[in-house]
């Protein structure tokens, strides 16, 4: 899938990982939505260990892309 992030296309069946992709999460079916929330996780977690918690990591208030 390096090839998509990077080039912009693909060998893969885009219509075969679209079908599956985040069905269970209607809140992550636009690709901005998406992106925005692994931009959300990884800042997160990395600030998180940057400040020095220990790892410990809350989880969200069940309004968020893991619930």
């Keep these: 899938m390096a090839d998509l ?3 912009g296309s693909t060998g893969y069946d885009i219509e075969a990982i679209q079908a599956d992709r985040f069905f269970d999460h209607p809140g992550l079916q636009d690709r901005s939505d ?3 929330a ?3 996780m990884q800042a997160g977690y990395y600030g998180r260990i ?5 790892g410990v990591v809350e989880e969200p208030a069940g309004d968020g892309p893991t619930s």
């Design 5 to 7: 992030v990077l080039d």
């Design 34 to 36: 998406i992106e925005a």
């Design 50 to 54: 940057e400040d020095g918690d220990g």
């Design 38 to 40: 692994c931009y959300q």
